[in-house]
């Protein structure tokens, strides 16, 4: 079946530092890849969206890559800050045209 | 653009009621989706509409949950004889075709 995967494992570091993401897809090839911010009892709101002829996309302190031969997407966030604390989810639409989500990686940036 | 908005926030329910969410969509969005999370989860597909017609079902519903968009407007998601293994977050989000999606606040649903 068409997956998107994320390291569920929470990811910890300290201010200042870069925190990277990742999140792979299986068995179909995402024209693009969107990455989105979740807060705790909050709806996720969406951040980037990176298509499949762009390597590299950056936004302010955030950069997205997609590399379509590992079938994979990097999120890093530079310059991290406690603010930055929250659920992060890669998505896609398959082939079928739905939605789909990873199970996100929690990141906590300490002081 | 006044969002995408759920009703009810909140919904606690005995164990074998029946429980109805409303998702107000961005207007001019003609996609509109449900999903289910849990704690540490990401969203899990439920089911989606384009305008009026719902377009997919998730093989994982039971036949307790049921949603519609009478009129490519509004959707309602009813649960029957809720269990619970119910109990979760259930989100709504919209888009414009196959776009960026905005999601809802989401209705929480405790059953006891």
């Known amino acids: 079946s068409q997956k998107i995967e994320q390291n569920s494992e929470a990811l910890n570091i300290q201010e200042g530092k870069t925190a990277t993401l990742t999140c792979n897809y299986t068995n179909y090839s995402p024209a693009y890849l969107q990455w989105y911010r979740q807060d705790p009892g909050r709806g996720p709101v969406f951040l980037l969206l990176?298509?499949?002829?762009?390597k590299e996309k950056r936004k302010e302190r955030l950069k997205v890559t997609f590399d379509t031969t590992l079938k994979q997407s990097l999120f890093h966030i530079t310059a991290s800050q406690p603010a930055d604390s929250a659920t992060y989810l890669c998505?896609?639409?398959?082939?079928?045209?739905?939605?789909?989500f990873g199970q996100g990686t929690e990141l906590s940036v300490k002081p | 653009d006044t969002g995408v908005s759920q009703d009810p926030r909140h919904k606690i329910t005995k164990r074998g009621q029946n429980v109805t969410f409303r998702c107000d969509p961005i207007?001019?969005?003609?996609?509109l989706y449900w999903y289910r999370q849990t704690l540490g989860q990401g969203p899990e597909f439920l089911t989606y509409?384009?305008?009026?017609?719902?377009?997919?079902k998730s093989r994982l519903l039971s036949d307790r949950f049921s949603a519609e968009r009478p009129k490519g407007s509004f959707s309602t998601l009813e649960i029957q004889r809720t269990e619970q293994g119910d109990s979760a977050m259930y989100l709504c989000?919209?888009?414009?075709?196959?776009?960026?999606?905005?999601f809802g606040q989401g209705t929480r649903l405790t059953v006891v």
């Open positions: 998505a896609s639409y398959n082939q079928g045209g739905k939605l789909i």
């Open positions: 207007s001019e969005h003609n996609r």
């Open positions: 990176i298509r499949e002829n762009e």
């Open positions: 509409f384009q305008n009026e017609a719902q377009l997919e």
């Open positions: 989000a919209s888009s414009l075709a196959e776009g960026r999606a905005f």
